[in-house]
């Protein structure tokens, strides 16, 4: 079992950034590969970027390539993802996920075994 709690979000004026944080808790952080989903009001949640267990593969969703970054820390059971040059469009509650297939890069929620509460992100123009 696999607890995970986002921080980091909050209100960012349009070009702005923020780093958000996702904390796993237990002693197996780097058995998972992990991905950050994101839900705007009245939409359904999508990818956004995905590591594999050992930081080694990366991949983005093209609205936001070049723009965010994904990074992990396996010693400190932590995943990041820093967004720059923000767009009102990012606006959405931000969910991290952690999948038992670690090596793999999963782009569907289905993928994902363990979700955390989300992190609210709201950029204004």
């Known amino acids: 079992q696999v607890q995970l709690v986002e921080s980091g979000g909050g209100l960012v004026q349009a070009g702005g950034s923020l780093r958000l944080s996702c904390a796993a808790s237990g002693r197996t952080f780097s058995s998972y590969s992990m991905g950050w989903f994101r839900q705007a009001p009245g939409k359904e949640r999508e990818f956004v970027a995905a590591i594999t267990w050992n930081g080694g593969t990366t991949y983005y969703s093209d609205s936001v390539k070049g723009r965010f970054t994904i990074s992990r820390d396996n010693a400190k059971n932590t995943v990041y993802l820093q967004m720059n040059s923000l767009k009102p469009e990012d606006t959405a509650v931000y969910y991290c996920?952690?999948?038992?297939?670690?090596?793999?890069?999963?782009?569907?929620?289905?993928?994902?075994?363990?979700w955390g509460q989300g992190t609210q992100v709201t950029v204004s123009s």
């Open positions: 996920a952690a999948s038992r297939l670690s090596h793999t890069i999963g782009t569907i929620e289905r993928g994902y075994d363990y």
